[in-house]
T-cell receptor, first 114, second 113 residues
Framework: SQTIHQWPATLVQPVGSPLSLECTVE??????LYWYRQAAGRGLQLLFY??????ISSEVPQNLSASRPQDRQFILSSKKLLLSDSGFYLC?????????????FGNGTRLTVT | QQPVQSPQAVILREGEDAVINCSSS?????VHWYRQKHGEAPVFLMI?????EQKGHDKISASFNEKKQQSSLYLTASQLSYSGTYFC??????????????FGKGTKLSVKP
């Protein structure tokens, strides 16, 4: 069966520090991968998606970036965090045919920028 | 364009019914419904792919009115475990960036004993 791992679960970082969140998927090949962010009490905002290794599309301009160095690995990064980067970050995957495939979310990373 | 969900919040007693609506200003290709418990990741409930399609999952069902560009989630005989925030995710086309889900702000459902 497919599983998605995301870490760390919680993170407290000072403003201006770098960020690296990692996500890996097991039990499937060629998944579509996504990074979502959820601000406190808000909806899910799509940040990045990837349909293959090295293929990254950004949905929202920001100081975050994403990379996909391997088929089932997705990384979210920042060189300098802002206070507004605080939130609940969720990695997710779908099958290759995304229109009839549900989003499977990781357990999320709660990031607090101080 | 973010879909609009209504109501924003609803409080029920166990056994009562509820309807959550999700509407869009764009033509829809599919609708997804998810439930999120506090502090947890969203969990998939169902996908509706065709106009007029209805799906059911235990006592939770949904409809998709392609013409009206809206979907409704029906929760009947609610249980305490139904509590959480419900999100609809809309897909406006097949493939590419338009194939990505855009989520509403959510509807917070609280079921009381």
């Amino acid at each position: 069966s497919q599983t998605i791992h995301q870490w760390p679960a919680t993170l407290v970082q000072p403003v201006g520090s770098p960020l690296s969140l990692e996500c890996t998927v097991e039990g499937t090949s060629n998944p579509n991968l996504y990074w979502y962010r959820q601000a406190a009490g808000r909806g899910l905002q799509l940040l990045f998606y990837s349909v293959g290794i090295g293929q990254i599309s950004s949905e929202v301009p920001q100081n975050l970036s994403a990379s996909r160095p391997q088929d089932r690995q997705f990384i979210l990064s920042s060189k300098k965090l802002l206070l507004s980067d605080s939130g609940f970050y969720l990695c997710a995957w779908t099958g290759r045919v995304a229109y009839n495939s549900p989003l499977h979310f990781g357990n999320g990373t709660r990031l607090t920028v101080t | 364009q973010q879909p609009v969900q209504s109501p924003q919040a609803v409080i029920l007693r166990e056994g009562e019914d509820a309807v959550i609506n999700c509407s869009s200003s764009k033509a829809l290709y599919s609708v997804h419904w998810y439930r999120q418990k506090h502090g947890e990741a969203p969990v998939f409930l169902m996908i509706l792919l065709k106009g007029g399609e209805q799906k059911g999952h235990d006592k939770i069902s949904a409809s998709f009115n392609e013409k009206k560009q809206q979907s409704s989630l029906y929760l009947t005989a609610s249980q305490l475990s139904y509590s959480g925030t419900y999100f609809c995710g809309l897909q406006s086309a097949y493939g590419g960036s338009q194939g990505n889900l855009i989520f509403g702000k959510g509807t917070k459902l609280s079921v009381k004993p």
